[in-house]
């Protein structure tokens, strides 16, 4: 069985960088891809960005381009959100999730079938 683990997320002023991590036990992690998504209350959950299982591609969201950097480490079964200049509207609760043998370049949220319980990042202005 799967489990994803998050943690780094807390509060920040705008301008700010966050890493999140998260970790996965279960399986053989260098298996899966692995993506981030985040979801505000009320919201769907969208997409951040993903990679593939040997961290060779990369896919990111228009709306964090350039400030967020994925990357993981198959040797300690972790997945990295490396988040800089942060901005208020970057509040919410991030998710890693995991995709059995996927590219890297999926972006939608059912495609992943492993999520894990999510991490709040706060952005005051």
């Known amino acids: 069985q799967v489990q994803l683990v998050e943690s780094g997320g807390g509060s920040v002023q705008a301008g700010a960088s966050l890493r999140l991590s998260c970790v996965m036990s279960g399986r053989t992690f260098s298996n899966y891809a692995m993506a981030w998504f985040r979801q505000a209350p009320g919201n769907v959950r969208e997409f951040v960005a993903t990679?593939?299982?040997?961290?060779?591609?990369?896919s990111v969201a228009d709306s964090v381009l350039g400030r967020f950097i994925i990357s993981r480490d198959n040797n300690k079964n972790t997945v990295y959100l490396q988040m800089n200049s942060l901005k208020p509207e970057d509040t919410t609760v991030y998710y890693c999730?995991?995709?059995?043998?996927?590219?890297?370049?999926?972006?939608?949220?059912?495609?992943?079938?492993?999520w894990g319980q999510g991490t709040q990042v706060t952005v005051s202005s």
């Open positions: 990679i593939s299982q040997r961290g060779g591609a990369t």
């Open positions: 999730a995991a995709q059995l043998g996927g590219s890297g370049t999926t972006r939608v949220k059912n495609e992943y079938k492993h």
